[in-house]
């Protein structure tokens, strides 16, 4: 396979090569990969995809000319470890790709820890050592799309770097599937909402004392292929692609419309919150379009509540203030999700003008109560309160739970001890007679 190292042979063809290294650029080195493929037995290699570490400090210290030059002597020396039968090639950048014989996996990887290089300089030589940080994946079966050897192996790397932060990882089934999930949300999405695929659920909020129905939240779920989805899989890859906000309004409009509905078949609704995420604060119209939807269904604000999280990043917290004081001024409520799980802090209370807090079920979620969170707690829920805020504790499972939560000043309850988030026709027979 000399050929496709770049240097000599048959690829002449340059639009296949990287610029800087003249290693085959991803086009090159899939076919490279289809040509051994075809004459080898592909299982018994493995295919590697690896950065190289601290090439942002590398460029830094000697600039972009110099780091040009380190990146083409490790590609060098890399080609030359390899065997005639190995591929190598280069993504761009620090990133490159390798089709590595199994027998060779672990030698490779030792080799790729660190890379010796010497850079001449003005006062003798800088002597480098080079590390990466690798994802590889073991072909098993023959390949059905050579384009896999680097989809595959970057799903490892990216779980070595984001996830894990390991120098190694070898990509299992079941990050793969992870992934292909990922992606078959992403390309299903649109025909989902046009296809009415996504469902609202809503889960009832009890006023313990009374023991009545007093709210509820919309709770989304994805009927796909007649199974039901849950939130946990595909919010994320939304929320990393942006698409989110289309599926909040969707879910803003369907609650509006059930609220109608309901008004108009004479079941009196309870007030629904609904989820909006922290991406969705990238539409600088959110807040308008939220006026504007449930002014289109036709029902009154009072009945919809914004459901928002806290943030560390400051300028998510600029934009989330903005986006709390404009639903203020447009008479729409709004509530402080997850209050107390991760980052939350008392200057929330004062500064965003929400009307609800939601403690976090992580404050309830233990099996015996401190003495310390019933003082926290009981002080977070008094300030609310005098702050005018309404509370309502999430995650609340057994009776003890319920006990703890009245005892330290709040009320209101959403959690399996009441209901589970329920499908509309179960959610109307709650509404029909909201005694518990
Ligand atoms: P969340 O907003 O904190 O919603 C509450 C979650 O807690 C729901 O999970 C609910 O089923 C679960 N839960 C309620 N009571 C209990 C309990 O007593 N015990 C336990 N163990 N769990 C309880 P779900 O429906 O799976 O939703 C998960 C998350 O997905 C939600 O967390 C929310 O962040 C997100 N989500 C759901 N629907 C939407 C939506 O329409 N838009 C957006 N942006 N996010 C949504
Ligand atoms: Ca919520
Ligand atoms: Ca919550």
């Not at 020396?77 to 591929?87: A, P």
């Not at 993504?91 to 030698?107: E, H, P, Y």
């Not at 909402?193 to 889960?203: A, G, K, S, T």
């Not at 991406?279 to 449930?294: G, S, T």
């Amino acid at each position: 396979m000399s050929g496709f190292d770049g240097h000599n042979g048959e690829n002449k063809n340059e639009m296949m090569l990287h610029y800087l290294t003249g290693l085959p650029n991803a086009g090159g080195y899939i076919m490279a990969v289809g040509k051994l493929a075809a004459t080898s037995d592909i299982t018994k290699y493995t295919a590697f995809q690896f950065n190289l570490k601290g090439f942002g400090n590398i460029n830094q210290r000697y600039g972009m000319d110099r780091g040009n030059e380190i990146i083409k002597m490790v590609a060098a020396k890399i080609r030359k470890f390899l065997g005639e039968d190995e591929i190598l090639g280069h993504l761009g950048g620090d990133t490159f790709v390798a089709m590595v014989k199994n027998d060779n996996q672990i030698k490779f990887c030792r080799f790729l820890h660190g890379i010796e290089v010497e850079l001449p300089t003005e006062n003798g030589v800088d002597k480098l050592k080079i590390s990466s940080t690798i994802g590889l994946w073991e072909i098993e079966n023959p390949l059905n799309d050579m384009g896999e050897v680097i989809s595959n192996s970057s799903v490892a790397l990216q779980y070595a770097k984001h996830v894990v932060h390991q120098p190694v990882v070898k990509a299992t089934a079941d990050m793969l599937s992870k992934v292909s999930m990922q992606k078959t949300i992403l390309e299903r999405y649109h025909q989902a909402l046009d296809n009415r695929e996504f469902l609202v659920f809503y889960q009832p909020k009890v006023d313990s004392r009374t023991k009545t129905l007093v709210g509820a939240e919309g709770l989304v779920r994805w009927i796909h292929d007649g199974e039901m989805v849950s939130p946990g899989v595909f919010i994320p890859p939304l929320e990393r692609n942006g698409e989110i906000v289309l599926l909040d309004y969707y879910v803003l409009k369907r609650a509006c419309e059930d609220i109608k509905n309901w008004i108009d078949q004479g079941i009196e609704p309870v007030p629904i919150s609904v989820n909006f995420s922290r991406k969705d604060l990238l539409d600088p119209d959110l807040a308008e379009n939220i006026d504007k939807i449930i002014n289109a269904s036709g029902i009154d604000k009072k009945y919809i509540e914004a459901e928002v999280t806290e943030t560390v990043d400051e300028q998510e917290h600029g934009e989330l203030a903005t986006f709390i004081s404009d639903l203020y001024m447009r008479d729409i409520k709004t509530a402080i999700d997850d209050f107390g799980a991760g980052y939350s802090s008392l200057a929330t209370l004062r500064e965003f003008q929400v009307h609800t807090l939601k403690i976090d079920r992580s404050f309830i979620n233990t099996e015996d109560f401190s003495w310390k969170d019933e003082i926290i707690l009981t002080d977070i829920i008094h300030m609310a309160k005098a702050l005018g805020m309404d509370v309502i504790t999430e995650g609340v499972e057994r009776q003890d739970q319920v006990d703890f939560v009245n005892k330290v000043g709040c009320y209101v309850i959403q959690g399996f001890f009441y209901d589970r988030p329920l499908p509309y026709d179960d959610f109307v027979n709650r509404l029909k007679n909201k005694q518990y």
